[in-house]
């Protein structure tokens, strides 16, 4: 790193740290660059922004407020305009719009912003606690939308158990990397990879978690959601059966053997990956994975997985990998 002080060198720094926001106290792992010349510490846009995420993501976790991308969804599934779920909930006319867009809800907000996550739940709400507020005709409308949101649930409840069996229900947090479990996403991550390496699973599962918390390392969040566990070859999804079972529409498992008694099955595609899910942060992340291990060994990318602190402090009970763990990732910077 070029310092801006001097052009001289200046290298990273990354310490425990602890803020207070909100009368709340938070630790996270603070980043800044350090000027060799002038001794000064500095950050810039991509660090200040990786701090603060850290601090609103455990915010939000510890008073229960929901993500922006889940406070649009809860509107869109309505087809309200988020004028009127303002009006609705009782907040300032522009608020929710701003709430969609990283505004943090207070808790009393963020409580009411919740109900609205489940369309039968927020049917009797509204009809015993809101509806007063509309004129008959307005009500009938938005009860209608409602009813409308209802349906689309209860018929799209395989969905749900899909992506149960492939990513399990573990609560969006520092097990998830602070994104809600998104199954296409995971879908598409496995076609990104068959489609450039076409890797045993077991190497899969690899580059499913380097791409996972290298992108929380750079943001402060992951890209699928998906829990990871350390197990005896390395981190693997929670639910790696369940994820591959899922993708047997898109991606071919092949089983093969590489070497005289050993077999294993190796993935491959010629599906187009869809571009379209992914934000450029995450895209960077991606083939910055694939560029590192696109021709390392199942072998060696398995020894490799097993000298991260993610698995050194994991494997001995197997348990679920916190992605705090991936400020200390050693394979990818």
Same mark, same amino acid.
């Given at each position: 790193?070029?310092?801006?002080?001097?052009?001289?060198?200046?290298?990273?720094?990354?310490?425990?740290?602890?803020?207070?926001?909100?009368?709340?106290?938070?630790?996270?792992?603070?980043?800044?660059?350090?000027?060799?010349?002038?001794?000064?510490?500095?950050?810039?846009?991509?660090?200040?922004?990786?701090?603060?995420?850290?601090?609103?993501?455990?915010?939000?976790?510890?008073?229960?407020?929901?993500?922006?991308?889940?406070?649009?969804?809860?509107?869109?599934?309505?087809?309200?305009?988020?004028?009127?779920?303002?009006?609705?909930?009782?907040?300032?006319?522009?608020?929710?719009?701003?709430?969609?867009?990283?505004?943090?809800?207070?808790?009393?907000?963020?409580?009411?912003?919740?109900?609205?996550?489940?369309?039968?739940?927020?049917?009797?709400?509204?009809?015993?606690?809101?509806?007063?507020? %509309? !004129?008959?005709? #307005?009500?009938? *409308?938005?009860? &209608?939308?409602?009813?409308?949101?209802?349906?689309?649930?209860?018929?799209? $409840?395989?969905?749900?158990?899909?992506?149960?069996?492939?990513?399990?229900?573990?609560?969006?947090?520092?097990?998830?990397?602070?994104?809600?479990?998104?199954?296409?996403?995971?879908?598409?991550?496995?076609?990104?990879?068959?489609?450039?390496?076409?890797?045993?699973?077991?190497?899969?599962?690899?580059?499913?978690?380097?791409?996972?918390?290298?992108?929380?390392?750079?943001?402060?969040?992951?890209?699928?959601?998906?829990?990871?566990?350390?197990?005896?070859?390395?981190?693997?999804?929670?639910?790696?059966?369940?994820?591959?079972?899922?993708?047997?529409?898109?991606?071919?498992?092949?089983?093969?053997?590489?070497?005289?008694?050993?077999?294993?099955?190796?993935?491959?595609?010629?599906?187009?990956?869809?571009?379209?899910? %992914? !934000?450029?942060? #995450?895209?960077? *992340?991606?083939? &910055?994975?694939?560029?590192?291990?696109?021709?390392?060994?199942?072998?060696? $990318?398995?020894?490799?997985?097993?000298?991260?602190?993610?698995?050194?402090?994991?494997?001995?009970?197997?348990?679920?990998?916190?992605?705090?763990?991936?400020?200390?990732?050693?394979?990818?910077?």
């Amino acid at each position: 790193m070029t310092s801006p002080f001097t052009g001289g060198d200046a290298i990273l720094i990354k310490e425990p740290r602890e803020y207070d926001f909100r009368g709340s106290k938070f630790y996270i792992i603070h980043h800044h660059y350090h000027c060799i010349d002038t001794k000064e510490d500095y950050t810039d846009a991509r660090l200040d922004n990786l701090n603060l995420n850290q601090v609103y993501n455990q915010y939000r976790e510890k008073e229960g407020i929901p993500f922006p991308d889940e406070i649009t969804a809860y509107r869109k599934q309505y087809d309200f305009p988020a004028t009127k779920m303002s009006q609705m909930l009782g907040f300032g006319v522009n608020m929710y719009g701003k709430y969609e867009s990283g505004e943090i809800p207070n808790s009393s907000n963020g409580r009411m912003i919740n109900i609205c996550k489940d369309p039968e739940i927020f049917r009797n709400y509204f009809i015993s606690s809101l509806s007063h507020q %509309f !004129s008959d005709k #307005e009500k009938e *409308s938005i009860i &209608k939308k409602i009813d409308k949101a209802v349906d689309h649930k209860r018929a799209n $409840i395989n969905d749900e158990y899909e992506k149960y069996a492939a990513l399990g229900n573990v609560p969006r947090g520092i097990l998830t990397g602070f994104v809600a479990p998104n199954l296409e996403k995971a879908r598409q991550m496995v076609v990104y990879f068959a489609c450039l390496c076409s890797p045993f699973t077991t190497k899969m599962n690899k580059l499913l978690y380097y791409a996972d918390f290298l992108n929380y390392k750079r943001t402060g969040f992951a890209i699928s959601g998906i829990t990871y566990q350390a197990k005896n070859y390395g981190p693997v999804p929670e639910r790696y059966d369940g994820l591959y079972g899922n993708v047997s529409d898109i991606v071919d498992r092949v089983v093969e053997y590489y070497s005289d008694e050993k077999s294993g099955e190796r993935l491959k595609t010629e599906k187009e990956f869809d571009v379209s899910l %992914f !934000s450029e942060e #995450e895209l960077r *992340s991606l083939e &910055k994975v694939a560029s590192r291990f696109k021709n390392t060994t199942t072998k060696d $990318i398995v020894l490799i997985s097993h000298d991260e602190t993610a698995w050194i402090e994991n494997e001995a009970n197997e348990d679920f990998i916190s992605y705090q763990s991936a400020f200390d990732l050693k394979a990818l910077n």
